[in-house]
Structures are given as structure tokens and as C-alpha cells.
T-cell receptor, first 107, second 114 residues
Framework: QKEVEQNSGPLSVPEGAIASLNCTYS??????FFWYRQYSGKSPELIMF????GDKEDGRFTAQLNKASQYVSLLIRDSQPSDSATYLC???????FGKGNQVVVIP | NAGVTQTPKFQVLKTGQSMTLQCAQD?????MYWYRQDPGMGLRLIYY???????DKGEVPNGYNVSRLNKREFSLRLESAAPSQTSVYFC?????????????FGPGTRLTVT
């Protein structure tokens, strides 16, 4: 089992809708969880990190962590065309990354 | 303050050739990482260095060697390049000690092996 799994295919959402991305991890001892955004041809950039169970909000982004079920999710509210990118989940045990989910926001 | 820099940005190699990818960070971080990114595969860890003088294998180390030259520099060497090593290579260095572990990435090296 991979350390970090992101299994959903490309996600298309209408502008203004909510995009929801999920990620599961295998190491129960993991403490830190991250969401990175990567535009085509660019380096990943951090958009959210979360350490505690529950929700963490930052602008239009909300990260949700459930350590008992070993998943972390990212919600993007009021999606904009500029949110079209690949979103990578990462877990701090050697900073392992998932495969990423491509999000396309349709105007 | 340039953050993480990588050279070269692009490289084309023939099978069997060797090359070294260079990475440097000016943030005084202890740890440095090398990832490769292939379409649909996300970022896969090749090697990392938790501190100057130490290196450890990641998920996909075969065919690569690394050198942590000093605190600033961490190089990745392909001794005999293979087409399977065609990829985008990212060097990164995380913030540590503050509880953050945010990973700062370099701009990447796009390598093609023919």
C-alpha cells in the first residue's frame, strides 16, 4: 500500500461550485498533512497544512483531517478558473506525496 | 533570497551518458530532497538528506546517486542514463523545527533521455 493515495480522476466543476478532493494515508503515526497546488509546468506550492483533527479554513480553502479514518480532504469553495491545477496531498513521514488530482473549473 | 535553485532547467541526454543535477538552497535549512515527477505518478522521492553529511534512499533510488556537498548544496547524479529516467526532477527543502515542514521547491529540471 502506498503511503499516500489519491484515487479520484480529473475533477470538472462549474465556476462558483465546491470542489472536493480526498486523500488517504497508511502511516497512523503521521502528524502533519499538506495540500499543494501545482500549475502545469510549474513547481508545487503549499496552500494548506493541518495537524489536528477537524477542519481548518483559509479563505476559500478548507482542509479536513480525520486521523481515526486516516484521511484528509480539501474543499475549494466558490471555485474560480484560476483554481484549475493539480492538487497534491502530502504527509509528513518523509514528506510522501500522492499522485495528485487534476481540477478543471469550467467558466 | 533565491530559495531553492536548480541547474540546468532542461537537459537532453543519450542513453548511457552521465550527468549531475545541481541544487542549492539559501534558507539555511538542514534537510534537502530530490523528487521525480512523471505524468500520473505524482512526486516520488528519490533520495533525501536530513542534515549535512547524511543521505538516505527514498522510494525510487535505483540508477541515482546523491552528494550532500555542504549545508547549501545537494546534487543528484545519473551515472548511466536510461530512457526510463526521462522525467521532471524537483529539488526541495522543508522548513523544520517550527512544526511546519512546508516543502520549498526549486523550479525543476526537465530531463529527456533518448
Amino acid at each position: 500500500q502506498k503511503e499516500v493515495e489519491q484515487n479520484s480522476g480529473p475533477l470538472s466543476v462549474p465556476e462558483g461550485a465546491i470542489a472536493s478532493l480526498n486523500c488517504t494515508y497508511s502511516d497512523r503515526g503521521s502528524q502533519s498533512f499538506f495540500w499543494y497546488r501545482q500549475y502545469s509546468g510549474k513547481s508545487p506550492e503549499l496552500i494548506m497544512f493541518i495537524y489536528s483533527n477537524g477542519d481548518k479554513e483559509d479563505g476559500r480553502f478548507t482542509a479536513q483531517l480525520n486521523k481515526a479514518s486516516q484521511y484528509v480532504s480539501l474543499l475549494i469553495r466558490d471555485s474560480q478558473p484560476s483554481d484549475s491545477a493539480t492538487y497534491l496531498c502530502a504527509v509528513h513521514t518523509r514528506l510522501a506525496f500522492g499522485k495528485g488530482n487534476q481540477v478543471v473549473v469550467i467558466p | 533570497n533565491a530559495g531553492v535553485t536548480q541547474t540546468p532547467k532542461f537537459q537532453v541526454l543519450k542513453t548511457g551518458q552521465s550527468m549531475t543535477l545541481q541544487c542549492a538552497q539559501d534558507m539555511n535549512h538542514n534537510s534537502m530532497y530530490w523528487y521525480r515527477q512523471d505524468p500520473g505518478m505524482g512526486l516520488r522521492l528519490i533520495y533525501y538528506s536530513a542534515s549535512e553529511g547524511t543521505t538516505d534512499k527514498g522510494e525510487v533510488p535505483n540508477g541515482y546517486n546523491v552528494s550532500r556537498l555542504n549545508k547549501r548544496e545537494f546534487s543528484l547524479r545519473l551515472e548511466s542514463a536510461a530512457p526510463s529516467q526521462t522525467s521532471v526532477y524537483f529539488c526541495a527543502s522543508p522548513v523544520t523545527g517550527t512544526g511546519s515542514y512546508e516543502q520549498y521547491f526549486g523550479p525543476g529540471t526537465r530531463l529527456t533521455v533518448t
